[in-house]
């Protein structure tokens, strides 16, 4: 029952999002010494939500056209990012502060889930 109640949803779908993002962010890393790597990212939290990465936003499977993976974010070649002279794109300060981003959205998303369950507790006369 309290599983379908959509602020956990969207806490989980944030802490996916965040994990996702601090995994690329550590594969561009690890590849920033290798020729012809182009460094990767996935669209906001917010546009994956929104639904406004080009698929259709589906909420049960059982929509018209639902796809299970279709809410997850496919990774994309970072926009806009200049590559060395060996075709290299991946810049080390950007995939910190990448890194660091997506750590606060892991955060956020843990104090969401933390402060729904105390109002809930709080709702049904428990501490």
Known sequence: MFDQLEVFRTAHSMAVHAGARHA?????????DTPGYRARDIPPFHEVAAGTTGSLRTTRPGHIGADPGAARAQPAERAGALSDPNGNS???????????????????ALAIYRNALILMRLSLGRR
């Open 24 to 32: 690329l962010a550590a594969r561009n890393i690890a590849n920033a």
């Open 90 to 108: 991946v810049s080390l300060e950007l995939e910190m502060l990448t890194a660091v981003e997506a750590r606060r959205q892991h955060d956020r």
